[in-house]
């Protein structure tokens, strides 16, 4: 197995990764800037106020998107599976 097929395989899984992880973290970045705008505007300074809404958010979430998200990463192992034996060969 060459290095640069190391790096491939490397680089590859950060970009699955970062495929799969992104709806996540973006609404949950989403909810806590609007929970915060709401706080600023309340005077409410409850720094717990944020987790309910962020765990609802991304329990919704990982419901909506858990079949692509564990296709995505299913896909992506069968193909480094895949390529095992070429890698050895």
């Known amino acids: 197995m060459s290095e640069a097929s190391v790096i491939e395989i490397g ?3 950060l970009e699955v990764s970062l ?3 992104a709806p996540l973290l ?7 800037i ?5 706080q600023v505007a309340t005077s ?5 106020l944020t ?4 765990i609802l958010v991304v329990t919704a979430l990982m419901l909506v998107f858990g ?5 995505t990463l299913v896909d992506f192992t069968q ?3 895949l390529e095992i034996p070429g890698a050895l060969g």
């Not at 409410?44 to 717990?48: C, F, G, H, S």
């Not at 987790?51 to 962020?54: E, G, L, S, T």
């Not at 079949?67 to 296709?71: G, K, L």
């Open 79 to 81: 193909r480094i599976f």
């Open 26 to 32: 973006a609404a949950s970045l989403l909810i806590g």
């Open 11 to 13: 680089r590859q899984a």
């Open 44 to 48: 409410i300074q409850d720094v717990t």
């Open 19 to 21: 495929l799969v992880a």
């Open 51 to 54: 987790f309910v809404p962020k």
């Open 67 to 71: 079949p692509w998200m564990i296709r």
């Open 34 to 38: 609007i929970v915060s705008l709401l």
